[in-house]
T-cell receptor
């Protein structure tokens, strides 16, 4: 059974650009959550999608957005990148809310 | 406010020692998760529990609902156990709230 796949693994962008990250959940999982990890703030919840609907959102500015497709794959987008957006972005999938979450390897975004 | 606190922040031990990492949370939760993160970033879910105790190999996780406290124990620690261990809680709003992590180093 394939795990959670995140692409790309590494990304370098310039301030002001936008970026799209992708997450393919484990087959059969309908819930996908996104997290940001930085040395200063640790792991923080970004948003959660279930069956193409955003169910929860963390305390991040509107520059951070996401969506989920009918096949449960999810994307997150960050517009007008800032240096502080440099982080490891992790996604996790689960069968439904409050069940065990399986994490991807993450996308390491560097904004220069 | 939903908060999760972990201790210690850093822990260094000799191979073979019994390891305990602690986690406390502020209010009632629906589930408590223990996660392991190795250098490179990937996170592995070790346990998800809402009551009692779970065991997997040399790892044991316990939770005391009344005291709002959970512990992760590693028996017969090994250098390959060196990683960051993260406690996370699912509160009523179903968002995962994370502790700051415990960096464990096991010396051969």
């Amino acid at each position: 059974k394939a795990g959670v796949t995140q692409t790309p693994r590494y990304l370098i962008k310039t301030r002001g650009q936008q970026v799209t990250l992708s997450c393919s959940p484990i087959s059969g999982h309908r819930s996908v959550s996104w997290y940001q990890q930085t040395p200063g703030q640790g792991l923080q919840f970004l948003f959660e999608y279930f069956s193409e609907t955003q169910r929860n959102k963390g305390n991040f500015p509107g520059r951070f957005s996401g969506r989920q497709f009918s096949n449960s794959r999810s994307e997150m987008n960050v517009s007008t990148l800032e240096l502080g957006d440099s982080a490891l972005y992790l996604c996790a999938s689960s069968f439904r809310a409050n069940t065990e979450a399986f994490f991807g390897q993450g996308t390491r975004l560097t904004v220069v | 406010k939903n908060e999760v606190e972990q201790s210690p922040q850093n822990l260094t031990a000799q191979e073979g020692e019994f390891i305990t990492i602690n986690c406390s949370y502020s209010v009632g939760i629906s589930a408590l998760h223990w996660l392991q993160q190795h250098p490179g970033g990937g996170i592995v879910s070790l346990f998800m529990l809402s009551s009692g105790k779970k065991k997997h190999g040399r790892l044991i996780a316990t939770i005391n609902i009344q005291e709002k406290h959970s512990s992760l124990h590693i028996t017969a620690s090994h250098p390959r156990d060196s990683a960051v261990y993260i406690c996370a809680a699912t509160f009523g709003n179903e968002k995962l709230t994370f502790g700051t992590g415990t960096r464990l180093t096991i010396i051969p």
